[in-house]
């Protein structure tokens, strides 16, 4: 029951939006953070035939079912996490990036993520001043069951807090900056352990930067669980 | 024989040369003058990788994570950006069929470069975390072997770091959209090149008429997790002139423990 074929006519040379009628699933096994249950993944595989030449393009992703809140505590001020319904005490670590040089490989991904997990660590928060981290850092993640709080590239040193103060308006060039955020979001947005996008480090980003984020962050009312949207769907 | 479809990483075979030892063109580098091999200034590349990390596999540089070695590497504030602006050459096999047709991938490259294949030229805007998608169907060699010269350039504001260090330099970096932490912190030295490189992976990606692009899964929960739906958006994009006729299939399995597919 978990396969399923559409027919979709796309005219020469254009892009087209495609979404699947909602598969549906009784009681899968869920994906948990690490100390709280299994990371189960389930593989997702989306080909595309063309009439006349055959399998055009396939795409396959490792993908878990869970479902991530968080809100601020009015009474503390903290950040209440919850998976799958249950409210989880975060135990994390910060994250700069793998090497100064930039020399990734996922043997060090590996290795430096189940460290955390060893280390009963449920959480890596990844500092704006360093990367958005990469498919294979986020991939051990899913595996290990380590949530991601990723932050994007704004510092208080940086952008308006530091000293002397420079850049309170964030980079010279906002665009830029959406884009990059929006297809960093795309590159990273089907992984299980991505648990947070953070505007920046110890600072707000500028108001237009930060506005456009809330609002391209948000999830579609469509796939909000609530009883109006059980009737809808 | 069609090419493969699917991605192939262009990981090795990397050289690279500072552009101020350069006296050609990209055009030049792909078509009558590529580098005879690893011959002054052209030396091997490690790509995925940065400036840096190619003049210290090479030798070329102190370790600058070792005591205060990071002292003996020039900074691009005292050097100027063209020491640090550098070509990277390799060469790759693609001979496409009847109806498929190839990418040259970018996931991520800092700060912006120009791309000459076959002589060529194409430019990836600035930005260090976008990933760049060159269709290079019509520029492909007719004999399947093509010659790629990237030429790369840093950060437009590298900064100067002030003789009191401090987290984030002069802050100039801030002015880009790119990692902060290269003009230093209180835990980190200053990174020389700022970075500046292919810094993530290089392919190849070969498809037929229809390409699927960056596909979106959302699940929706219900009934206490019981009822669970999975919602699929997939981008698609025909690439020839007629109207494709497709099937999209969407496939969800589970490895069971000893490696029994539940479909």
Same mark, same amino acid.
């Given at each position: ?23 549906? /699933? ?48 009015? @009474? ?12 989880? /005490? ?8 793998? &090497? ?7 043997? %060090? ?11 009963? /660590?449920?959480?890596? %928060? ?5 990367? @958005? ?25 940086? &952008?308006? %807090? ?10 010279? &060039? ?6 990059? @955020? ?12 991505? @648990? ?26 469509? /796939? ?10 | ?16 040369? +500072? ?9 030049? #580098? ?20 940065? *400036? ?28 100027? +950006? ?34 000459? #294949? ?11 975390? +976008? ?8 520029? #492909? ?10 030429? *790369? ?111």
């Amino acid at each position: 029951e978990h396969l399923q074929s559409q027919h979709v006519s796309v005219p020469p040379n254009t892009h087209v939006q495609y979404t699947f009628p909602q598969l549906f /699933f009784y009681k899968p096994n869920l994906w948990w953070p690490n100390g709280m249950g299994e990371q189960y993944l389930y593989d997702v595989g989306i080909t595309v035939d063309v009439k006349g030449y055959g399998e055009s393009d396939s795409w396959k992703h490792r993908f878990g079912f869970r479902k991530i809140e968080s809100t601020i505590d009015h @009474a503390t001020g903290g950040r209440l996490f919850k998976v799958n319904g249950q409210p989880v /005490f975060i135990r994390g670590g910060n994250w700069i990036l793998s &090497d100064g040089l930039l020399r990734l490989s996922k043997k %060090r991904y590996q290795t430096d993520i189940k460290f955390h997990t060893d280390m009963n /660590f449920n959480m890596i %928060r990844c500092w704006g001043g360093g990367l @958005a981290e990469r498919p294979e850092f986020y991939h051990y993640c899913d595996i290990y069951g380590l949530l991601v709080w990723q932050e994007f590239w704004i510092t208080g040193d940086c &952008d308006g %807090r530091g000293v002397p103060v420079s850049n309170p308006n964030g980079p010279l &060039d906002h665009d830029l900056f959406l884009l990059c @955020a929006r297809d960093t979001i795309k590159l990273l947005r089907n992984h299980p352990s991505l @648990a947070l996008w953070v505007g920046g480090n110890e600072q707000t980003p500028p108001e237009d930067i930060n506005t456009a984020l809330q609002n391209d962050l948000q999830l579609h009312p469509y /796939f909000q669980s609530s009883n109006e949207t059980d009737s809808l769907l | 024989m069609p090419q493969q479809q699917g991605k192939t990483k262009l990981d090795s075979g990397w050289l690279a040369a +500072r552009s101020t030892q350069v006296q050609l063109t990209g055009i030049q #580098l792909t078509t009558t003058h590529p580098p005879p091999g690893i011959s002054s200034p052209w030396i091997p590349a490690v790509v995925p990788g940065t *400036v840096l990390g190619t003049l210290l596999k090479n030798k070329l540089i102190p370790d600058p994570f070792y005591g205060l070695e990071n002292e003996a590497i020039i900074d691009i504030a005292d050097s100027g +950006r063209d020491y640090y602006t550098f070509w990277f050459f390799t060469t790759f096999d693609c001979a496409l069929s009847g109806n498929q047709h190839v990418d040259l991938k970018f996931r991520a490259i800092n700060y912006s470069a120009q791309v000459y #294949l076959n002589g060529h030229k194409m430019t990836l805007p600035k930005g260090m975390f +976008r990933r760049h998608s060159l269709d290079i169907t019509d520029i #492909l060699h007719p004999d399947g072997k093509n010659l790629l010269a990237v030429i *790369v350039y840093p950060p437009d504001h590298p900064g100067k770091i002030p003789p009191e260090g401090g987290q984030g330099g002069d802050h100039e970096i801030g002015k880009d959209v790119a990692a902060q932490y290269v003009e230093g912190w209180d835990w980190m030295t200053p990174i020389r090149d700022r970075n500046t490189g292919i810094w993530d992976e290089v392919s190849i990606y070969v498809t037929g008429p229809v390409k699927i692009g960056d596909p979106h899964l959302v699940s929706s929960f219900f009934d206490n997790y019981k009822r669970v739906y999975l919602h699929a958006t997939v981008d698609l994009e025909n690439k020839s002139a007629w109207v494709a006729e497709c099937t999209l299939n969407i496939q969800v399995t589970t490895e069971l423990d000893g490696n029994i597919f539940l479909v």
